[in-house]
C-alpha cells in the first residue's frame, strides 16, 4: 500500500517538478487546481470506499458472485459520474478558480490545464474504482504496481510534451495534461483487464433493474458521505489556498510543494488507514470483532511513533528538498516555515485517517462524515484565519497543525466507544 500511495503522489511530485521548471506563474495555476482536483478524487474515493466495504465482506462470506456484481455495478456507477464531472466542469473554469483567488496572471494557464485534464477524468475514475476492487479481494500488491508502471509513463512523457524535444512542441502545462491522460490510460486497460479475466470480478450478465438499484444504494449508502467527507478536505484547502493567495503567488506555490513533500511523511499513515478497510471488511464477513480492534489499536499507535520520526526528518531536510522543486528564495522560504510546523501534526492525522475508514467500513459513514465536516470547518479553516490574523504565513501553518490534532482526538474518543460495544 505505502508503494501504491507513494506512486499516486509520483503522479503530483512529476508534474510539480517539471511545471516547477516554467516559472512560478505556472507552478501557481497547477496549486489552483489542487483543490478542484482532489473534491473529485474524494467522491471517487468515496464509491471505491463503498465498493471495498462491501466486496470484502462478501469475500469474508465466500460470495464471489455477489462481490462480482457488487464490482460490475461499481464501476458502471464510476462511468456515469464521468459524465456529470466532466460537463460541469468544463462549464465552471473561469467562475471556479476565479473565487478560489486565481488573478489574471494565472487563470489562462490554469484553463490550459483543466481544459484537458477534465477530458481525461474516465482514465482516472474507472481506474481507481477498480482497483479499489482488486484490494476488497485482499491483494494490495497489484493496482500499487499498476500505479507505479503508470507514475513511470508519466515521469518519461512529461518532460517530452511540457518542453517539447524534436518534432514534439512544447505544450507546457498542456503537455503536463496529457501526459497525464496517457499515463492513467494505460491505468484503466490493465486494471479492466485484471478485474475481467484474473480476478473473475466484471461479469457481463445485465442485472434486473431492481438488482443493480439496490447494489447502487448499498455503494452509495457508504459512498455518499464518505465521499462528501473526502470532498470537505479538499475544499478546505481551497479556503486556506484563497487565505494564501492574499500573501502573493509565492505563497501559493510553497504551499503547493510543502503539501507535496509532506506526503512522504504521511504516506504510510495513507497506506494503513487505506489497507485497514478491507481488512477490517472480511473480518466483519467472518465476524472476527476481537481482530477488528486489535488492528486499530495497533495502527493508532503506529501512526504517533511514525508521525514522530517522520516529522523529525522533514524538519532536518527542508530546505534542500525544497530546493529540488523551485530555484525562487520566496518560495523555498515559506515551504521551510511550512514544514517546520504542519509535520508535527503527522501522528495525529493518522489516527484520524484511520478512525474515518474504520467507521466507514464498519457501515457508519455518518458519524465518520460529522467529524470530518467539524474538523475542516469548525477547525481548520477558522484556526487557519485566526493563525493569519495573528502571525501571519506562520499562524496559517500552526492554525492547520492544531486542527488535526484536535480532530485526531474526537475521532479516536468516538471510535474507542464504538468499539467497546458489540458490533452488528
Known amino acids: 500500500m505505502v508503494i501504491g500511495v507513494l506512486s499516486m503522489v509520483g503522479f503530483n511530485l512529476v508534474d510539480t517538478y517539471f511545471i516547477g521548471q516554467l516559472g512560478e506563474n505556472e507552478l501557481a495555476a497547477l496549486s489552483f487546481t ?12 468515496g464509491i471505491g ?8 465482506q462478501s469475500f469474508g462470506r465466500n460470495d464471489l458472485p455477489k462481490a462480482a456484481r457488487e464490482t460490475t455495478d461499481s464501476l458502471i456507477l464510476a462511468l456515469v459520474l464521468v459524465l456529470i464531472c466532466v460537463f460541469i466542469g468544463l462549464a465552471t473554469i473561469n467562475p471556479l478558480f476565479t473565487a478560489l483567488g486565481a488573478g489574471p496572471e494565472v487563470l489562462p494557464l490554469i484553463r490550459e490545464y483543466m481544459e484537458i485534464w477534465y477530458f481525461t477524468i474516465l482514465f482516472v ?8 476492487a482488486i484490494r476488497a479481494t485482499g491483494d494490495t500488491q497489484t493496482p500499487s504496481y499498476i500505479m507505479l508502471f503508470a507514475v513511470l509513463i508519466n515521469a518519461i512523457l512529461d518532460p517530452l510534451l511540457i518542453f517539447g524535444w524534436g518534432l514534439i512542441p512544447a505544450l507546457g502545462l498542456r503537455g503536463a495534461a ?8 494505460i491505468t484503466l486497460l490493465v486494471s479492466l483487464y485484471i478485474l475481467r479475466y484474473r480476478e473473475r470480478l466484471i461479469t457481463l450478465d445485465i442485472p434486473p433493474r431492481t438488482v443493480l438499484i439496490g447494489c447502487w444504494r448499498a455503494i452509495l449508502y457508504i459512498g455518499i458521505p464518505t465521499g462528501v ?15 494564501l493567495a492574499t500573501y502573493g503567488p509565492e505563497a501559493v506555490a510553497a504551499f503547493r510543494v510543502g503539501s507535496r513533500i509532506e506526503v512522504f511523511g504521511t504516506s504510510i499513515l495513507f497506506a494503513i488507514s487505506a489497507d485497514i478497510a478491507p481488512l477490517i471488511g472480511q473480518k466483519i464477513g467472518k465476524k472476527a470483532w476481537g481482530r477488528i480492534r486489535e488492528s486499530i489499536n495497533f495502527a493508532s499507535g503506529f501512526s504517533m511513533v511514525w508521525g514522530g520520526f517522520a516529522a523529525l526528518v522533514l524538519w532536518l531536510l527542508a530546505e534542500p528538498v525544497a530546493h529540488i522543486f523551485t530555484d525562487s528564495q520566496p518560495v523555498i522560504e515559506i515551504v521551510v516555515l511550512y514544514l517546520a510546523v504542519l509535520p ?7 489516527i484520524y485517517l484511520i478512525g474515518n475508514a474504520s467507521l466507514n467500513t464498519m457501515s457508519k459513514p455518518l458519524p465518520a462524515f460529522l467529524i470530518s465536516a467539524f474538523q475542516m470547518f469548525g477547525l481548520y479553516l477558522p484556526l487557519a484565519y485566526v493563525g493569519s490574523y495573528l502571525y501571519g504565513i506562520q499562524g496559517i501553518f ?8 484536535m480532530g485526531a482526538i474526537i475521532s479516536y474518543l468516538y471510535l474507542r466507544k464504538i468499539l467497546a460495544q ?3
Request: aromatic share 8%; proline share 6%; glycine share 14%.
Open 344 to 350: 508535527l501534526s503527522f501522528g495525529f492525522q493518522g
Open 229 to 243: 467527507s473526502r470532498m470537505i478536505a479538499p475544499v478546505a484547502v481551497g479556503g486556506a489556498t484563497a487565505l
Open 178 to 185: 496529457l501526459a497525464t491522460a496517457i499515463s492513467r490510460g
Open 49 to 56: 470506499i463503498g465498493a471495498t466495504a462491501l466486496i470484502s
Open 398 to 405: 500552526i492554525g492547520l497543525a492544531i486542527s488535526y490534532g
Open 422 to 424: 458489540p458490533i452488528s
Open 125 to 132: 475514475i474507472v481506474p481507481f474504482v477498480g482497483n479499489s
Open 34 to 45: 489542487f483543490p478542484v482536483i482532489m473534491v473529485i478524487f474524494s467522491l471517487v474515493q
